[in-house]
């Protein structure tokens, strides 16, 4: 079985970037950024902020949220069939 890939252009572009720095690791004090030479990732560490990582004012995308909203919209019923919930339970 062969597994697609993301390109990490496209994970950007498409908002999943924004939306796991923005609702997971910039609370944390972490900040996800990809490496323009090599199809990486690159986590920065911020956590001895007292504040955690923010974006810059005015440099959140909405259209980039409104896109990951709408395919989660699109996945919940899916996800809560299937787990219990959008969140697998640990």
């Known amino acids: 079985m062969s597994i697609e890939r993301i390109s990490t252009e496209e994970f950007e572009k498409e908002g999943y970037l924004?939306?796991?720095n923005r609702t997971f690791l910039h609370p944390l004090g972490l900040n996800?950024?990809?490496i323009t030479a090599e199809p990486f990732?690159?986590?920065e560490d911020?956590?001895?902020d007292p504040e955690g990582c923010m974006f810059?004012?005015?440099s959140i995308d909405p259209e980039k949220r409104k896109n990951i909203n709408r395919l989660k919209e699109e996945k919940r019923d899916a996800r809560f069939e299937a787990?219990?919930?959008f969140l697998q339970t640990v």
């Open 32 to 34: 996800l950024i990809p």
């Open 83 to 85: 787990v219990g919930g």
């Open 56 to 58: 810059p004012a005015g």
């Open 46 to 48: 911020y956590r001895d």
């Open 41 to 43: 990732f690159v986590v």
């Open 18 to 20: 924004q939306e796991v």
